[in-house]
């Protein structure tokens, strides 16, 4: 009897039904070939909407750089994070503008007198190009000018969107605020939400053994990228204003348009200062003289030298692990791959990248080799048996 309750009746198993069984799964080699095509067409997808891909790409980089830069002032906002996010984004527009206001007050009589006499100085300096150009065999049917060398300058930079950032201002001022604005709106909706709400989500679109990794790749790339904001905005500062003061004692003209080029230069690491001095040396070249041209040099070699030894080995502490060789051909690799943003987030791209093959190909291949040697087992000492005498 007991046998028989225990064994299941053939209407019980016909109320219940057949037993279930979970999902089948696909074989290895479906997987491998459906992995495959998956990535393939990532790629072809990246590669034929690639201006529209990298420019969304590079404004979610922007963006993240904002955002932790602004993240530490968020526990002195009281309030719920929307509502901080929103208090912190206003109060950087309201300074940025009033910096720019207070910036502009003193020194727009200054510029414009400048910009005002800019026709004869690009005309003098075109003839001292023309007359250069012509005592080394170059330039005999086209001679070299001020719009030409610019133009070159941009197309070796960033190819053609370098051409079009000299050329079409207003165009170029256009694209500019509406890249700031898409920063500053995507920079606030990321301070909207804790860390953990993106990361892990993120996280989630690799393999469980990799999402650690991921995690602290991030959790370590933020506190780089502020450093690196900190450090360019304080050379910045300390750019111009050494500027101004040397420009000033060497007598050259266009004082503080120069300043503000060579300040603005900073933002591209070792190439932007260079750009920057050789066209302070061209300018003094043709207005003031071979006296003035070695007092630009003198100017670019100290600010340069105490920028390099003193001001950002003290506020990097090690966030740009990268030598310097690879980040002068990288600033040319991304000014050709994303045109002029390319140039501007150079650094930050470097910095991206070096992050993540630290996590997932440096380390990993440190503790694949550290693994086997701390898992080895250890032999303890046989005793030493003396000999009976």
Same mark, same amino acid.
């Given at each position: 009897m007991l046998a028989s309750m225990s064994e299941p009746t053939a209407m019980t198993r016909t109320l219940h039904g057949p037993p279930t069984r979970g999902p089948r799964r696909l074989p290895p080699w479906a997987r491998r070939i459906s992995t495959l095509a998956i990535w393939m067409i990532v790629v072809f997808l990246v590669v034929y909407f690639?201006?529209?891909?990298?420019?969304? %790409?590079?404004?979610?980089?922007?963006? +993240?750089?904002?955002?932790?830069?602004?993240?530490?002032l968020m526990r002195f906002i009281p309030g719920p994070r929307g509502v901080a996010a929103g208090v912190l984004g206003l109060s950087l527009i309201v300074l940025v503008a009033g910096s720019l206001l207070g910036l502009s007050l003193p020194l727009a009589k200054p510029i414009q007198y400048r910009l005002g006499k800019w026709s004869e100085t690009a005309a003098a300096i075109d003839r001292f190009l023309a007359e250069k150009s012509g005592k080394i065999g170059m330039g005999h049917d086209h001679p070299l000018s001020v719009a030409e060398l610019f133009k070159s300058v941009g197309n070796f930079l960033a190819g053609s969107g370098g051409q079009q950032f000299f050329s079409r201002s207003a165009d170029v001022t256009l694209g500019i605020l509406l890249w700031l604005v898409f920063i500053f709106i995507g920079s606030i909706f990321l301070l909207? @939400?804790?860390?953990?709400?993106? *990361?892990?989500? +993120? =996280?989630?679109?690799?393999?469980?053994?990799?999402?650690?990794?991921?995690?602290?790749? %991030?959790?370590?790339? /933020?506190?780089?990228?502020?450093? !690196?904001?900190?450090?360019?905005?304080? =050379? &910045?500062?300390?750019?111009?204003?050494?500027?101004? #003061? /040397?420009?000033? *004692?060497?007598?050259?003209?266009?004082?503080?348009?120069?300043?503000?080029?060579?300040? &603005?230069?900073? *933002?591209?690491?070792?190439?932007?200062?260079a750009v920057a001095g050789v066209i302070a040396g061209l300018f003094a070249a043709a207005t003031s003289g071979g006296a003035a041209v070695a007092?630009?040099?003198?100017?670019? /070699?100290?600010?340069?030298?105490? @920028?390099?030894?003193? #001001?950002?080995? &003290?506020?990097?502490?090690?966030?740009?692990? #990268?030598?310097?060789?690879?980040?002068?051909f990288s600033?040319?690799? !991304? /000014?050709?791959?994303?045109?002029?943003?390319? %140039?501007?987030?150079?650094?930050? #791209?470097?910095?991206?990248? !070096? +992050?993540?093959?630290?996590?997932? *190909?440096?380390?990993?291949?440190?503790?694949?080799?550290?693994?086997?040697?701390?898992? @080895?087992?250890r032999v303890s000492p046989e005793p030493i048996q003396r000999r009976a005498g």
């Open positions: 690639f201006n529209a891909v990298s420019t969304v %790409l590079l404004g979610v980089l922007a963006a +993240a750089i904002v955002a932790t830069t602004l993240y530490p909207t @939400e804790s860390p953990d709400a993106l *990361i892990v989500p +993120a =996280s989630r679109l690799l393999p469980p053994r990799l999402r650690p990794k991921l995690r602290h790749m %991030l959790y370590d790339l /933020g506190p780089r990228l502020r450093r !690196w904001v900190l450090a360019t905005g304080l =050379s &910045m500062s300390i750019v111009f204003t050494a500027s101004v #003061i /040397g420009y000033s *004692i060497v007598g050259l003209q266009f004082v503080v348009p120069l300043a503000l080029l060579a300040a &603005m230069c900073e *933002i591209v690491p070792t190439i932007g200062p007092g630009v040099v003198i100017v670019y /070699g100290v600010i340069q030298s105490v @920028e390099a030894y003193i #001001i950002l080995p &003290m506020i990097m502490r090690g966030a740009v692990k #990268i030598h310097p060789a690879v980040t002068l600033v040319v690799l !991304w /000014g050709k791959v994303f045109g002029v943003p390319g %140039l501007m987030l150079a650094i930050p #791209i470097n910095l991206t990248l !070096w +992050a993540v093959a630290e996590e997932f *190909i440096i380390d990993q291949r440190t503790d694949a080799a550290v693994a086997p040697v701390a898992e @080895e087992p």
